[in-house]
């Protein structure tokens, strides 16, 4: 936690009340029971326990180097695959608990979208989509190409590439990268979406469409953002859990929490005195 800055406040030891991790009542998709996560010995996620409701979005917001990453990355069993990386407690998903379920299944089930759009630099833009299909062994054309034009609307992409759909992925402007990772993402119908700042790359009119676009996916999956901006976190999610030093110190409906925060970590949080 060396990114942390020696003037905030230290993190409350005692555990969170079970009000501040208690479920908001829409029926948890996804849900943590102390949850933790340790690089080596170094614990990054100290017992998180949590219920992430079904289609909605949801924020988590905290200072540099508190675990978003980390935590998120435990959520489609990325985390594990860093060297001496580990994971205790439980990730629920409908009832049934990750970590005894196949990785790869997992992370069919749970997509990803990273900061940097990261879209498969040899491939043309419908490759990239078909991508995922196409490692499940989906070798049928027709199939293919319903998932891919699915998946392009899905994520607001299609009009602007369709009449090059066979063109190179990365030729796409930042934004459309990013939304064409979405899409990648959207082709293997995934249950969950997580989403490490995906708008950190990009320009204010490219941030706008993606988060047009998030408010629109929560329709139909559950999705969980990663954010430094708390005016984006206001403007895309229901809910924000607040984490700091790995702990999760306040969850609850987004309005609430930044208008009338229950922890005093919060408050000093997001009137801006640390972070
Ligand atoms: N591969 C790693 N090995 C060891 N420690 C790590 C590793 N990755 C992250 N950490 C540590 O785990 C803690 C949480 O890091 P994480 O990347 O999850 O924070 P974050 O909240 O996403 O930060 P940022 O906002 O800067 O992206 C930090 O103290 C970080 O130094
Ligand atoms: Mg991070």
Not at 33 to 50: C, H, N, T
Not at 57 to 84: F, Q, Y
Not at 154 to 169: Q, S, T
Not at 239 to 258: H, Q, R, S, W
Request: net charge neutral.
């Amino acid at each position: 936690m060396e990114d942390t800055p020696a003037a905030a406040p230290s993190a409350p030891a005692a555990s969170l009340s079970s009000e501040t991790g208690a479920s908001p009542g829409h029926g948890g998709k996804l849900r943590l029971d102390a949850l933790s996560a340790f690089y080596g010995p170094k614990k990054a996620i100290d017992s998180v326990s949590l219920d992430f409701p079904a289609k909605t979005v949801t924020a988590i917001i905290g200072p540099s180097g508190c675990g978003k990453s980390t935590l998120i990355r435990c959520l489609n069993r990325m985390h594990e695959v860093t060297p001496r990386a580990t994971v205790t407690g439980h990730a629920i998903l409908d009832g049934e608990d990750l970590y005894e379920m196949d990785a790869t299944l997992v992370r069919r089930r749970i997509g990803m979208v990273f900061q940097k759009p990261n879209p498969f630099p040899t491939m043309s833009v419908y490759d990239n989509v078909a991508a995922g299909l196409k490692l499940n062994g989906e070798r049928n054309r027709a199939r293919l190409d319903e998932a891919v034009i699915r998946s392009l609307k899905g994520a607001a992409l299609w009009d602007e590439v369709k009449d090059n759909i066979h063109g190179p992925g990365v030729r796409l402007s930042g934004g459309q990268q990013q939304r064409l990772c979405i899409a990648r993402a959207l082709a293997v119908e995934p249950e969950v979406l997580l989403m490490d700042e995906p708008c950190s790359a990009l320009d204010p009119i490219a941030t706008a469409k993606i988060e047009q676009l998030i408010r629109t996916l929560k329709e139909k999956y559950t999705v969980i953002i990663v954010t430094h901006n708390m005016q984006q976190a206001a403007r895309v999610a229901e809910f924000t859990a607040f984490l700091y030093l790995g702990k999760l110190i306040e969850f609850g409906p987004t309005g609430d929490m930044f208008e009338r925060p229950k922890e005093k970590l919060t408050e000093e949080y997001i009137t801006g005195r640390f972070g």
